[in-house]
């Protein structure tokens, strides 16, 4: 709940109704995982928790029972979707099923349309009537190797894997939210304290 003593601007009748019609969403059982995170990112957009609550993961936690983890998945999903809708590319049909899209997760934004041109081209290669989670994935890999390698987010993940767990946890919160922040441009965000703090560790792991 609301733990912090600074002041912040209270909800207004009409924004308890649309947090009130955007929670029920999210409970819905019937749902998708898509209108979820629909409701779920403009939510944290729009703040509407601020009231009750101080941080977006203390929310969901508190609110939904959703993970930390598992709220940016929902949330990462949805932005790539808009990605591909908003892409300069004609596509017969754009990636809805959540399986189809977590792949799409681990490229840069601008690379995840052309991934999706190429896991339908895989498809239709392989004479198959739909687009399965494996050819997405071909597809990634596929643009890995047109780029030079692993994308950033790639090579990140793969050095955090060989951590111990302790050390791979702290640093995957970090990592993610930076990449939060990169996503709303650092709004708010003094991103030369950020590089300041990243240079005293690695002076600190050196010394």
């Given at each position: 709940m609301?733990?912090?003593?600074?002041?912040v601007?209270?909800?207004?009748?009409?924004?308890?109704?649309?947090?009130?019609?955007?929670?029920?969403?999210?409970?819905?059982?019937?749902?998708?995982?898509?209108?979820?995170?629909?409701?779920?990112?403009?939510?944290?957009?729009r703040?509407?928790?601020?009231?009750?609550?101080?941080?977006?993961?203390?929310?969901?936690?508190?609110?939904?029972?959703?993970?930390?983890?598992?709220?940016?998945q929902?949330?990462?999903?949805?932005e790539v979707?808009?990605?591909?809708?908003?892409?300069?590319?004609?596509?017969?049909?754009?990636?809805?099923k959540?399986?189809?899209?977590?792949?799409?997760?681990?490229?840069?934004p601008?690379?995840q349309?052309?991934a999706?041109?190429?896991?339908?081209?895989?498809?239709?290669?392989?004479?198959?009537?739909?687009?399965?989670?494996?050819?997405?994935?071909?597809?990634?890999?596929?643009m890995?190797?047109?780029?030079?390698?692993?994308?950033?987010?790639?090579?990140?993940?793969?050095?955090?894997?060989d951590?111990?767990?302790?050390?791979?946890?702290?640093?995957?919160?970090?990592?993610?939210?930076?990449?939060?922040?990169?996503?709303?441009?650092?709004?708010?965000?003094?991103?030369?304290?950020?590089?300041?703090?990243?240079?005293?560790?690695?002076?600190?792991?050196?010394?």
């Open positions: 609301k733990n912090g003593t600074m002041d601007m209270q909800l207004t009748r009409d924004e308890w109704a649309d947090r009130d019609r955007l929670e029920k969403i999210v409970e819905d059982n019937l749902v998708t995982w898509m209108q979820v995170g629909l409701a779920l990112k403009e939510i944290k957009e703040e509407l928790y601020r009231t009750t609550h101080d941080s977006w993961e203390q929310y969901v936690k508190d609110r939904f029972d959703i993970a930390r983890s598992t709220s940016y929902l949330t990462s999903g949805v979707v808009e990605n591909v809708r908003n892409a300069d590319i004609e596509f017969p049909f754009f990636p809805e959540e399986a189809l899209v977590r792949p799409l997760t681990k490229l840069e601008e690379e349309p052309r999706w041109k190429l896991a339908i081209d895989r498809a239709r290669d392989m004479e198959e009537k739909t687009v399965m989670a494996r050819h997405v994935i071909w597809a990634v890999q596929a890995r190797g047109q780029t030079g390698g692993e994308t950033l987010r790639g090579k990140i993940k793969n050095v955090m894997e951590l111990p767990e302790t050390f791979r946890d702290a640093f995957k919160t970090i990592t993610e939210s930076i990449y939060e922040a990169k996503r709303n441009r650092f709004v708010g965000v003094d991103r030369k304290k950020m590089l300041d703090m990243l240079d005293g560790l690695r002076r600190l792991i050196e010394g």
